[in-house]
């Protein structure tokens, strides 16, 4: 992807390019429909089935695959853990456009969307677990907006307010840890409302701790997951620095991520003993739940200790996948597979190919977005200018690929 | 016996301690699964 970009006299129609523009077609094109007429057009979406893809899909597993955001830079300013100092611009530029893609399906989903401010000016609401859930993303997308602009600002050139902001780092991540701490446990309180629709496996009290615990694995395997993809393909867009603690990221975040799988097994299984829900399992929607539980849940977190006692990237890499795909399992399953589990087949949901089709539209669309900014700011490299490593002895200053980008470095550095 | 029945009493102690036993397991399980993940850390700090 970042070839043709960085050559800049390379054809624009590369593979990637011409599928991505087939795509954003469809998509303006759905997009047109969806908003003259109206959600019947495009969804498949009920009385019954009031929330399909756009909630499950791209609300649920993009808050949580956008986790990485808090999760990195909490380990990097809160708990001090330096070392994984580059992973934090890449996980705040994904959460912040996963996020923001979060508010703009929300636009797709929402029967009236220009009302999507209500909630905050014309009632509080404030007994209702979906307004604390708006209320935290919204307050959270502005803070990672914020998190994100020193990049930006150093792109501008605006040293003063890109100073301001890297002084309040600190501040802004206690303030990004406990909005993702109170919305990622809300969107599983949300299912709380429902225990009569909801199959007793995937329904539980603890729901909320639930979906906290597992969004911390989500985003320090999805830092890894889009750690990886970037090396292959933004990798002249990496400073040395980025590339030398590329690998130590890759382990540390596995171990935590062994960690927290592994505590989210145990308390799953906590889960079903306390409720008495043993005799579930027996059926087929217990296989399935096994599924998830085994295949995605332990078994990651047995490969990604493997994977750290023998020092083996690739496998840390893999597992990262599984992981992802495991969060992506458990949230399907929880408001689409085991959601009015009882209902007769006719009236189960299934997503329309065009509701599909506008996932792909908005996951593309934050594909695109990240690719103009990750080549144009300062996210796998520092800029000299603002340097806040303190380069290791007898390091380089950049990469050998790195050139486009080599600026006098001042002797001053800034923040942390 | 027809005279036997469970109160919800009953469903609380057998479910409570089914609770409490896997937490210890948890306990323990964690301790075994830590002590798994980091077996080698020390290896590295030698080299």
Redesign the interface.
């Known amino acids: 992807m970042a070839t043709e970009n960085s050559a800049g006299s390379k054809s624009l129609f590369t593979p990637f390019n011409v599928v991505a523009a087939i795509i954003l077609l469809v998509g303006v094109a759905l997009t047109f429909l969806r908003f003259t007429k109206g959600l019947g057009a495009v969804t498949h979406l009920s009385d019954n089935n009031p929330w399909g893809i756009w909630i499950g899909f791209d609300l649920l597993c993009g808050v949580a695959l956008a986790a990485g955001g808090y999760t990195t830079s909490a380990a990097c300013y809160v708990f001090g853990l330096k070392r994984y100092h580059s992973a934090v611009r890449p996980a705040i530029l994904t959460a912040f456009l996963g996020y923001s893609l979060v508010v703009v399906a929300l636009l797709y989903d929402v029967g009236r969307p220009w009302r999507l401010p209500y909630p905050f000016f014309v009632q509080s609401g404030t007994t209702s677990v979906l307004f604390e859930v708006g209320l935290c993303v919204m307050l959270y997308l502005n803070t990672l907006f914020v998190e994100w602009l020193p990049a930006c600002f150093e792109w501008l050139g605006f040293q003063k307010p890109r100073d301001f902001i890297v002084k309040i780092t600190l501040a802004l991540t206690i303030l990004g840890v406990i909005l993702s701490t109170m919305h990622q446990s809300s969107l599983g309180a949300l299912y709380l409302l429902a225990p009569s629709k909801l199959h007793p496996l995937w329904y539980s009290m603890y729901l909320p701790v639930f979906f906290f615990v597992s969004s911390i694995a989500a985003g320090l395997s999805m830092v890894i997951f889009e750690g990886t993809l970037s090396h292959h393909y933004l990798h002249d867009r990496m400073d040395a620095a980025y590339k030398r603690e590329h690998d130590d990221v890759v382990l540390g975040f596995a171990k935590g991520a062994a960690m927290v799988l592994a505590l989210y097994f145990m308390i799953k299984v906590i889960g079903i003993g306390i409720d008495n829900k043993w005799n579930y399992l027996l059926s087929g929607y217990g296989a399935w739940f096994l599924v998830e539980l085994l295949g995605f849940v332990a078994l990651p977190a047995f490969l990604y200790a493997i994977a750290v006692r023998e020092k083996n990237l690739k496998l840390a890499k893999w597992t990262a996948v599984l992981t992802v795909l495991g969060i992506i399992l458990n949230r399907f399953n929880t408001s689409l597979v085991a959601f009015n589990w009882q209902l007769a087949p006719a009236d189960r949901y299934f997503p329309s190919w065009m509701e599909i089709a506008i996932s792909v539209y908005l996951i593309t669309l934050g594909l695109l977005v990240f690719r103009f900014v990750a080549t144009r700011m300062p996210i796998f490299h520092e800029d000299p200018r603002y340097r806040q490593h303190v380069p290791h002895e007898g390091e380089e200053e950049a990469g050998p690929e790195f050139t486009e980008h080599k600026l006098h470095r001042h002797p001053q550095t800034f923040g942390h | 016996m027809a005279d036997h029945f469970y109160t919800l009493f009953d469903?609380l102690v057998?479910?409570?301690g089914?609770?409490y036993?896997?937490?210890g397991?948890?306990l323990l399980?964690?301790l075994g699964?830590?002590l798994?993940?980091?077996?080698?850390d020390e290896e590295?700090e030698i080299h």
């Not at chain 2, 798994?36 to 080698?40: H, V």
């Open positions: 469903f057998y479910t409570k089914a609770a036993i896997l937490m397991a948890t399980g964690i699964f830590w798994f993940l980091t077996g080698r590295k």
